[in-house]
């Protein structure tokens, strides 16, 4: 069963977005291990809380620009 695991930044992403993630990393898998693949595929999207993750001993948080509309009724 081929199998993506995505981590984002808690809201960055709509609803929408992440069924697009979805449905096209779904569609490349199918593509490489054939169309059987296609309905055992599993993808997980991962929203990572704000300080929850960082880089070069900065912490990062999603200014309020960049968060998606619809993320607060997202799952």
């Known amino acids: 069963m081929p199998f993506a695991n995505i981590k ?3 809201a960055a992403l709509s609803r929408a977005q992440k069924a697009e993630i979805v449905h ?3 569609a490349l898998f199918a593509h490489y291990f054939g169309e ?3 309905t055992h595929t599993m993808v997980l ?3 990572v809380p704000d300080g929850g993750y960082g880089r070069a001993d900065e912490v990062f948080v999603v200014p309020d620009a960049y968060r998606a509309s619809d993320a ?3 799952p």
């Open 8 to 10: 984002i930044p808690q």
């Open 24 to 26: 096209n990393l779904t």
């Open 36 to 38: 059987a693949a296609r």
């Open 45 to 47: 999207i991962e929203e």
């Open 72 to 74: 607060a009724t997202s």
